[in-house]
């Protein structure tokens, strides 16, 4: 059983006159998971939003190294089982299905 206890994410972009910086940083915790965004501008104060879900919410969550893995299985196998549905986070931290 593989579990995500951590992950980060980073996303600098070079636009003029501001550049933008965007982080995400998730960590599983014993009653599920937070989820934690920031987003700067240029030297302007960073904005952050952080997001709590339960233990049972993220039951089978599936996230970017995890999606990765189950990809090359799938393709290894080539075949999908049907209705494959697993909960994920979107770009903007919150919780939302995903389904192959």
């Not at 998971?33 to 904005?47: D, F, H, N």
């Not at 919410?57 to 089982?81: K, Y």
């Given at each position: 059983?593989?579990?995500?206890l951590?992950?980060e994410?980073?996303?600098?972009?070079?636009?003029?006159?501001h550049p933008?910086?965007?982080?995400?940083?998730?960590?599983?915790?014993?009653d599920?998971?937070?989820?934690?965004?920031?987003?700067?501008?240029?030297e302007?104060?960073?904005?952050?939003?952080?997001?709590?879900?339960?233990q049972?919410?993220?039951r089978?969550?599936?996230?970017?190294?995890?999606?990765?893995?189950?990809?090359?299985?799938?393709?290894?196998r080539?075949?999908?089982?049907?209705s494959?549905?697993?909960?994920?986070?979107?770009?903007?931290g919150?919780?939302?299905?995903s389904?192959y």
């Amino acid at each position: 059983q593989l579990e995500t206890l951590e992950q980060e994410e980073q996303e600098c972009l070079e636009t003029k006159p501001h550049p933008t910086e965007k982080s995400t940083h998730m960590v599983s915790h014993h009653d599920g998971m937070t989820v934690t965004k920031t987003l700067q501008k240029g030297e302007a104060e960073p904005q952050c939003q952080s997001f709590s879900y339960n233990q049972a919410e993220v039951r089978g969550l599936l996230l970017e190294g995890t999606n990765l893995l189950l990809l090359r299985v799938l393709a290894r196998r080539q075949t999908v089982p049907p209705s494959l549905i697993f909960p994920v986070i979107d770009t903007e931290g919150h919780l939302c299905t995903s389904s192959y």
